[in-house]
T-cell receptor, first 114, second 112 residues
């Protein structure tokens, strides 16, 4: 079975341009997470979904970042407009909601804003 | 989530056991200890977790002190592929949907 799939793997854009990242979680996983990882640091949570509902978006910079999880499966994270400081790796993870289970991470999308 | 403290980096020899310490002195009674690792250019990978008792799986063993203020992840026979950043996280059950708060982790280099 495929794990968490993210695309694109790499993205280079000019500042002030929009960008979108896509995530397909593991089949059956209700919970979906988006994390931001700066170079040399641990991942930081941006938003967490339970099915199609965003239950924790307190760390999402809502002036330029948005996310959606239509139908409670795939998710898209968007930045508009991108800034130089947004250069980072964006990780998607998923897990079951019930039981003490692990989170599975995708390989991430490495964004470079120039 | 309770704060965890880990050494910034450590080296270990291939084939030997690697013991990775973690301090979580403010851990509360409902918080588990989770370990994840991140190999270069990949997403984090779950290793093991525990509450009070020691745990073992095919990847590693987790030893939690009786007062739960610290723990040690043991990789019994380190291989070159175990070179990674290892994160120790104290958090309530993931079943509650709580976020995993990653710190800086320990950068482990396994040397031949």
């Amino acid at each position: 079975e495929a794990g968490v799939v993210q695309s694109p793997r790499y993205k280079i854009i000019e500042k002030k341009q929009p960008v979108a990242f896509w995530c397909n979680p593991i089949s059956g996983h209700n919970t979906l997470y988006w994390y931001l990882q700066n170079l040399g640091q641990g991942p930081e949570l941006l938003i967490r979904y339970e099915n199609e509902e965003a239950v924790d978006d307190s760390q999402l910079p809502k002036d330029r970042f948005s996310a959606e999880r239509l139908k409670g499966v795939d998710s898209t994270l968007k930045i508009q407009p991108a800034e130089l400081g947004d250069s980072a790796v964006y990780l998607c993870a998923s897990s079951f909601s019930g039981g003490n289970t692990e989170a599975f991470f995708g390989q991430g999308t490495r964004l470079t804003v120039v | 989530d309770a704060k965890t403290t880990q050494p910034t980096s450590m080296d270990c020899a291939e084939g030997r056991a690697a013991n990775l310490p973690c301090n979580h002195s403010t851990i509360s009674g409902n918080e588990y200890v989770y370990w994840y690792r991140q190999i270069h250019s990949q997403g984090p990978q779950y290793i093991i977790h525990g509450l009070k008792n020691n745990e073992t799986n095919e990847m590693a063993s987790l030893i939690i002190t009786e007062d739960r203020k610290s723990s040690t992840l043991i990789l019994p026979h380190a291989t070159l592929r175990d070179t990674a950043v290892y994160y120790c996280i104290a958090a309530p059950s993931q079943a509650a949907g709580n976020k995993l708060t990653f710190g800086g982790g320990t950068r482990v280099l396994v040397k031949p």
